[in-house]
């Protein structure tokens, strides 16, 4: 199928699931993830209306930028390594991945204007992956009161694989709770209205919950 046609699909999945829990549609915004295929394919996203790209690693990052340019709004959706924030800071919009402090340090050295973020954090406890424990959340987040080039817009995060309804919905909404702690605190560095949660596999449950960034990468453009 064409990346209209799974964009098309994936829009009546999305209107659906809103549906069900009193959500608007428009309140929910596809990231691309094009992490495995090449630009031309990206190309195609740009071309059936999606504006948002999402990239794991930095050097592909920077392969598609140099193709696509300004195109595109650029969302670093990987594990970023701090000696790699120079190569992409001016490049990317926003970064899913923020995680530790030597990491907000380094944005803050190298960014001219401010960076949405979301904090990354480790719901499901596998060690596996990557991200902040939920304890350390809040904590983390205040930290970084005095980082003028960092706005903390929201947390991310990645659930299980697996099909168990039950497990990925208490993941989901273990990060809404925990954005919700956030929110109260009325940080001005760190408003955290946004959810960064829900891949191809269950970005319907995740808008159930509350997403409002979703992460799709082979329902929307396969792979290559």
């Not at 990206?42 to 930095?58: F, H, K, P, T, Y």
């Not at 596996?128 to 959340?137: S, Y």
Request: with cysteine; glycine share 6%; proline share 3%.
């Amino acid at each position: 199928m064409t990346v209209r046609d799974n964009l098309a699909a994936i829009r009546r999945q999305i209107e659906a699931a809103c549906a069900r829990v009193g959500r608007n549609p428009a309140d929910v915004r596809i990231v691309a993830v094009t992490k495995y295929i090449d630009a031309a394919r990206a190309q195609e996203v740009l071309d059936a209306g999606i504006a948002d790209l999402g990239e794991n690693r930095s050097d592909q990052l920077l392969e598609k930028y140099e193709a696509i340019g300004n195109q595109a709004t650029w969302h670093f959706i990987g594990t970023l390594q701090s000696r790699k924030v120079k190569e992409i800071i001016d490049k990317v919009d926003y970064i899913h991945s923020l995680d530790r402090l030597s990491l907000a340090k380094e944005i803050e050295k190298r960014a001219v204007r401010p960076v949405k973020c979301f904090v990354q954090v480790n719901v499901s406890g596998e060690a596996t992956k990557h991200g902040l424990v939920p304890e350390e959340t809040v904590p983390f987040i205040e930290q970084l009161r005095s980082f003028s080039r960092i706005e903390v817009i929201g947390l991310m995060t990645m659930a299980p694989h697996t099909e168990d309804e039950a497990i990925l919905r208490a993941c989901f909404r273990r990060l809404r709770t925990l954005k919700e702690r956030v929110q109260v605190l009325n940080l001005a560095h760190a408003p955290c209205t946004e959810l960064s949660m829900g891949m191809s596999n269950d970005y319907e449950i995740a808008i159930e919950e509350g997403a409002t960034f979703v992460r799709i990468g082979s329902a929307l453009v396969g792979s290559m």
